[in-house]
Each structure stands twice: as C-alpha cells, then as structure tokens.
C-alpha cells in the first residue's frame, strides 16, 4: 500500500484536489481508503464515502494539534486501511500548527497552497511546504499571471527541490499530473519514521499553565527580546 498524506491552511482545497485525485484513481481500478484529521469538525469522510462508496474515516485531534495527532494515530491508521484491502491511502490533515511537518519518511507529502492567500504565504508556513514533495497551488483562476509567477518563485524560494503543480481543482484541471506522481511513489514501510524534525515545544503553557508572562512558567521560553531559552528541569 502507498501512503499519501495532503496538509495545507485551512480552506486551500485540500478536500477539492482529493477529491478529483480519488475519481482519477477508481477509473484506473485503484483501491483507495480516506482519512481527515481535524479538530473539532468534519464531514468531509461522510462526503467522500457517500460520493465514491470507498473506505473512509474522521479522527478529531481535540487538544492535540492534528500534526501530532496524525503522527500518533497514524500506524492504527495503515492498519485499517490495509484491512480494507487498500492500494492507497489517502490522509488529509487539517495542517494547523506551522512548525510542524505531518510526512512520513517513504511516504509522498502533498502541500496545498491557495494563491489568493497572498504571495508571501510559502514564506510563512514552514516545514508544511519545506518537507512537501508536492505543492499543489489552487484556484489560479482568481489571481493575475504575474501573480502566479511571484507566488510560484517564493514557494521554490522556500523549497528548492519540491515539485509545483499548478491547479484548478474546481474544474479538475491539474489533476493527472498529480496522480502519476502518486502512481510512482513509494510503498509504506514498517515501523514508519516522521520525516524531518519536530519542533522544540516542551513548556508548561502545552500542559495548561494559564499565567501570562515568562516569569510564571518553566520549560523552553522566549522573551520579547531574547531568543529560546531553558529554565527548569
């Protein structure tokens, strides 16, 4: 089985490019199963299942952020989905935290960029785009083609090597490129690494220490005027 995990901002068609991959996928007779991971909403599953009759499911991440979320469910998740007798599974997180990178080492990682959000977006959004093998730019349609130029440059500005698919996901343009690369990506393997690093966050505000101000809390901290630092054990 081929594990391909899409992550993205909020509202970048994460859900529309999936979607039309998954209608690509059943015309060439694949075995395809779908999970979103979100916060504390979705019906995305219940959507695609309706529409395509595939194996899907929803796992909220609640307090969890759904990069760490998807990092921890992820092998019951293969599991599932190998059950289903799936050739490929297809995983959508919803991508909050930017720090983080929710790909897996032998896995194909899908960023989706909406090019409305305005031309220094891959500039803000870290390892999501940085580890991506794939960025899926949505609804090119909206914006001028000097805007995409720009925006296309500062998404390679951020990650050199990545491959750029330019889409109308709407209308299913820029979907078959998109698929062959899934097509030739490489199978799971077991026990499955996360690719890249995680983020330092160990300080007492991620176990729900209210108090404001570093002074009140141990852990790694930063002041306004200084960068990371430890106090504590």
Same mark, same amino acid.
Request: proline share 5%.
């Given at each position: ?12 068609? @994460? ?25 504390? #909403? ?7 299942? @309706? ?6 499911? @929803? ?43 929710? #790909? ?16 220094? $977006?891959?500039? @803000? ?27 296309? #440059? ?16 709407? #209308? ?21 690494? $996360? ?39």
């Amino acid at each position: 089985m081929k594990l391909v995990i899409f992550a993205g901002p909020p509202t970048c068609g @994460k859900t529309t490019v999936i979607r039309q991959v998954i209608r690509r996928m059943l015309k060439k007779d694949y075995k395809p199963s779908f999970v979103k991971i979100d916060v504390l #909403y979705a019906d995305e599953d219940e959507n695609i299942n @309706k529409e395509f009759g595939i194996p899907t499911k @929803k796992i909220y991440s609640g307090e969890l952020c759904p990069d760490h979320c998807n990092v921890v469910v992820l092998d019951e998740v293969v599991e599932w989905a190998e059950k289903n007798g799936s050739d490929y599974l297809f995983v959508e997180t919803a991508g909050l935290c930017l720090r983080c990178s929710p #790909y897996i080492e032998n896995s194909l990682g899908v960023v989706v960029l909406e090019a409305t959000s305005g031309m220094n $977006l891959p500039r @803000k959004i870290g390892p999501m785009l940085t580890l991506a093998d794939i960025a899926v730019i949505t609804k090119i349609d909206l914006i001028s083609q000097a805007e995409r130029e720009v925006f296309r #440059y500062r998404v390679l500005e951020a990650a050199k090597d990545i491959s750029i698919v330019e889409s109308n996901a709407l #209308y299913g343009i820029g979907i078959d490129p998109i698929v062959k690369k899934i097509e030739k990506s490489n199978e799971i393997e077991i026990p499955m690494f $996360l690719r890249g690093n995680p983020p330092v966050g160990t300080c007492t505000i991620c176990v729900g220490k209210k108090e404001i101000g570093a002074k009140n809390h141990f852990g790694v901290l930063r002041t306004m005027d200084q960068e990371l630092f430890y106090i504590g054990e």
